[in-house]
T-cell receptor, first 114, second 110 residues
């Protein structure tokens, strides 16, 4: 399985601090995506990084990808209370492994304390 | 508004009573899929569809059926629900690499 595994499972920080979440996976990938889920609701796509990219930014989000270590990290800078949510990484395999399928990790529960 | 809709949002039923959860998208996406989300297990794919009349099993297809007669609709069918199918279900549609999720259906099977 190419399932992503997030670390830590839960993270609690003060508003204004930076939050870093990590994701590891097992097989080669075409791209890796991060999603956010507010409690009990649908997932929202945040950012996608392709296997030939090492870093990507979107607003307060920064994603890195290290294919040699099969790992990715999501950094949220200057956190806000509204960032409280669960964050999931999802990997999409190469063509021969089913490029259309996304495999999700178990998620990191992020709590931003005011 | 571009969206994926699911109905019902909440459902409590009893073992063995057939049910259907509907899913519809208005973005003309070819690819659609169903996931279930359980504590500690993340999201697991049940079935997916690459296009009309093309469906395939995901990671946990047992006990579920799907159909794709029209591009916009992708219903999930539980012929004989069991308590281990109590879960939060998400439908999703996709363009390229970007996946759009529905709001979820919380199913309880007694």
């Amino acid at each position: 399985s190419q399932q992503g595994e997030e670390d830590p499972q839960a993270l609690s920080i003060q508003e204004g601090e930076n939050a870093t979440m990590n994701c590891s996976y097992k097989t080669s990938i075409n791209n890796l995506q991060w999603y956010r889920q507010n409690s009990g609701r649908g997932l929202v796509h945040l950012i996608l990084i392709r296997s030939n990219e090492r870093e990507k930014h979107s607003g307060r989000l920064r994603v890195t990808l290290d294919t040699s270590k099969k790992s990715s990290s999501l950094l949220i800078t200057a956190s806000r209370a509204a960032d409280t949510a669960s964050y999931f990484c999802a990997t999409a395999g190469g063509f021969l492994q089913g490029a259309q399928k996304l495999v999700f990790g178990q998620g990191t529960r992020l709590t931003i304390n005011p | 508004e571009a969206q994926v809709t699911q109905n019902p949002r909440y459902l409590i039923t009893v073992t063995g009573k057939k049910l259907t959860v509907t899913c519809s998208q208005n973005m003309n996406h070819e690819y659609m899929s169903w996931y279930r989300q359980d504590p500690g297990l993340g999201l697991r794919q049940i079935y997916y569809s690459m296009n009309v009349e093309v469906t395939d099993k995901g990671d946990v297809p047992e006990g579920y059926k799907v159909s794709r007669k029209e591009k916009r609709n992708f219903p999930l069918i539980l012929e004989s629900p069991s308590p281990n199918q109590t879960s939060l279900y998400f439908c999703a549609s996709r363009t390229g690499s970007y996946q759009f999720f529905g709001p979820g259906t919380r199913l309880t099977v007694l």
